[in-house]
Structures are given as C-alpha cells and as structure tokens.
C-alpha cells in the first residue's frame, strides 16, 4: 500500500472520528473478499477529490445539524457500494435545501456535508460553486460554450449550488436556474442549495415553479441564530 495515501486517510479520520468510515480495518476487508490495495487507492482519491473542491476557509467544515447528517445518511444508503474496492458511488435521491440569514452557517453546513460524504467514503464526484460563478461562467462570449459549462454543473452526480437567488434578476438568469434545477429534478439527481432568501420570498425571487420544484425535490432545514461572521466563524 502506498504510505502517503495510507497518510491521507489516517489524517482526514484523526480529523473528523466522529464519522464512521465504510472501511475501518483493511485486513478485514480482505478477508471478506475485499482488495484492501484497491480499496485505500479508492479512499484516498475520494479524500483528496473533495480537498480540491471544498475552499480553505471551510476546510474543517462538519455537518452538524441533526437534518443534515440524516441527509447524508439517505445518500450513503442509497450509494451503490463496489464488492471489490468495498467504496461506495453515489446515485439518485433526495436534494438538500438549506435556508436561513446570512451568516447562520449554511455554506458550513453544506461543504460539512460532501466533507462527511468523503470521510465516510462514498464518492460522488461532486462540483460545487456559488450561483453567481455558474451564471458568470456560462455568460456569453467569445472562446465560451455556455451549454458545455452548464452541462459541467447540471450533470455533476452531486451537486452544491451556493447562495441561490443572490444575483440580480434577469430572463436569463431566471432561465439557468430554471433549467439546472429542472435538469437535477428530472433525474432525481442530489443537490445541495443554500439561500439566505426567507422561504416565504422564494418564489417572488427564484420564481415560483422553480420553488416548487425544490420544495418537492429538498429536504428543507432552516437554519436560525446571529451572524456567525461576526463571531469569527464561517457562515
């Protein structure tokens, strides 16, 4: 086995012990049928895959809230778990909404939660960015294919989308979201969404059938308190 992945995945359980990985003892894997060589070159991909896609400032993010932890536990249950490798690979279910002011811990809540997802060891091959970054990418200009980088979001097997409803109103705007959260709708494809609008407004902001559609395809956690930035915490 490779030291420096055997490394990688020691660190990353050190850090978190409260999450209970798929596979806890190699040995074991193995003599269950399992290939322990393939199954730490799994794990540490999946690790290192989710520290390139979760920004510095939420590193350290968990999932703390009991709603969120009982999301992650749909998308392990639901994940297809490999005899060889013993990892699992994500598959379709059930989105995740998470609503609340600005600083109540929302985007913590999220990264949390592909963190979780990684440390437990399913592998989701997930994309995450604020809305404003997906709309900034698909605008329209020259050596930019929109429909591609729409494509690179609508098709990603888990997706979190960022501070929804943040960016000024527009047809095209409205049109994006409409067509991403349909796209993932459709196809019963998990996603993570955050929004500091109050559930009330979310129709008058995002429209009112794409806020019946993530009414129907989230599981919906509101998250309450004071700023957490004030504090000197990530929000």
Same mark, same amino acid.
């Given at each position: 086995m490779?030291?420096?992945e055997?490394?990688?995945?020691?660190?990353?359980r050190n850090?978190? =012990?409260?999450?209970?990985? #798929?596979?806890?003892d190699?040995?074991?894997?193995?003599d *269950? @049928?399992g290939? &322990?060589f393939?199954?730490?070159k799994?794990t540490?991909?999946?690790?290192t895959?989710?520290?390139q896609?979760?920004?510095?400032?939420?590193k350290h993010?968990?999932a703390?809230?009991?709603?969120?932890?009982a999301?992650?536990?749909?998308?392990v249950?639901n994940?297809?778990?490999a005899?060889?490798?013993?990892g699992?690979?994500?598959g379709p279910? =059930?989105?995740?909404?998470l #609503?609340?002011p600005?600083?109540?811990g929302?985007?913590? *809540? @999220?990264?949390? &939660?592909?963190r979780?997802l990684?440390?437990i060891?399913?592998n989701t091959?997930?994309?995450a960015?604020?809305i404003a970054?997906i709309?900034?990418k698909?605008?329209?200009r020259?050596?930019?294919?929109?429909e591609?980088?729409?494509e690179s979001y609508?098709q990603?097997?888990l997706?979190?989308?960022?501070?929804?409803?943040?960016?000024?109103?527009?047809e095209?705007?409205?049109?994006?979201?409409?067509r991403?959260?349909?796209y993932r709708?459709?196809?019963?494809?998990p996603?993570i969404f955050t929004?500091?609008v109050?559930?009330?407004?979310?129709?008058?902001k995002?429209?009112?059938r794409?806020?019946?559609?993530?009414?129907?395809?989230c599981?919906?956690?509101?998250?309450k308190?004071?700023?957490?930035?004030?504090?000197?915490?990530?929000a």
């Amino acid at each position: 086995m490779n030291e420096d992945e055997l490394q990688t995945i020691a660190s990353h359980r050190n850090a978190f =012990p409260h999450i209970t990985p #798929l596979i806890t003892d190699w040995r074991a894997h193995e003599d *269950q @049928g399992g290939d &322990a060589f393939h199954a730490v070159k799994e794990t540490a991909a999946i690790l290192t895959a989710t520290d390139q896609l979760i920004p510095l400032r939420y590193k350290h993010a968990d999932a703390t809230d009991p709603k969120v932890i009982a999301w992650v536990d749909e998308v392990v249950t639901n994940a297809e778990r490999a005899r060889v490798s013993g990892g699992a690979k994500g598959g379709p279910g =059930p989105s995740l909404l998470l #609503l609340g002011p600005t600083g109540t811990g929302k985007t913590h *809540q @999220g990264y949390g &939660a592909l963190r979780r997802l990684s440390v437990i060891g399913v592998n989701t091959a997930a994309a995450a960015a604020p809305i404003a970054d997906i709309y900034a990418k698909m605008r329209p200009r020259p050596g930019v294919d929109s429909e591609t980088v729409f494509e690179s979001y609508a098709q990603a097997p888990l997706l979190f989308v960022d501070d929804l409803g943040a960016a000024k109103e527009s047809e095209w705007v409205e049109e994006v979201t409409t067509r991403l959260v349909n796209y993932r709708y459709d196809r019963s494809m998990p996603t993570i969404f955050t929004s500091n609008v109050p559930p009330k407004q979310l129709g008058e902001k995002i429209g009112e059938r794409v806020a019946s559609r993530l009414t129907e395809l989230c599981r919906v956690v509101v998250l309450k308190g004071t700023d957490r930035r004030l504090a000197g915490r990530a929000a």
